[in-house]
């Protein structure tokens, strides 16, 4: 099974609770994960990691293995996702130029046949922005958020 990774998977767990200093570990699972291809992410997600210069963005400055580029397959996807409903544009906030790279990660799981990993949670009455977990279900697309992640890999945290 392949995941397509969102930002805030990444950048919640860099900055609180798998922080580098605390969990270096997980850090190294998710290199060896991308390294066999098990987790991506689209390049969209980069540029978002990218925005901020700190550790996370150096992190990723030589794991080019990580990112995927956007090509035909998933620029169909995406279009797919547009057509099937109108407000799947909500995905991005225009406004503030936040979460940009929402759609991409959905159409390149589409692309892929990949599980979508984000921290976002499902809303019943999205009034605003729609969340990635809202276009999933509309698209038939498997997600799950990062704890669920963990437990599917069989991920365990140790203390030494």
């Not at 390149?108 to 276009?135: G, L, Q, S, Y």
């Not at 963990?150 to 991920?155: A, D, E, F, M």
Request: proline fraction near 2%; include cysteine.
């Amino acid at each position: 099974m392949k995941y397509s990774l969102d930002s805030n998977v990444f950048i919640e767990a860099w900055n609180g609770y798998y922080s580098l200093e605390l969990s270096p570990t997980y850090w190294d699972k998710l290199d060896q994960l991308a390294r066999e291809s098990t987790i991506f992410a689209t390049e969209e997600v980069k540029k978002e990691i990218s925005k901020t210069d700190d550790d996370l963005k150096a992190w990723f400055s030589d794991k080019t293995y990580f990112f995927r580029a956007i090509n035909e397959k998933v620029i169909s996807c995406l279009n797919e996702i547009y057509q099937k409903d109108k407000n799947h544009r909500r995905l991005v906030d225009n406004t503030k130029q936040r979460s940009v790279a929402d759609p991409w990660v959905i159409a390149h799981a589409m692309a892929e046949n990949a599980i979508v990993v984000t921290k976002e949670i499902f809303e019943h009455n999205p009034t605003k922005r729609i969340k990635i977990p809202n276009v999933c279900e509309a698209m038939g697309v498997e997600w799950m958020d990062d704890f669920e992640f963990i437990r599917t890999l069989g991920l365990k945290f140790t203390i030494l």
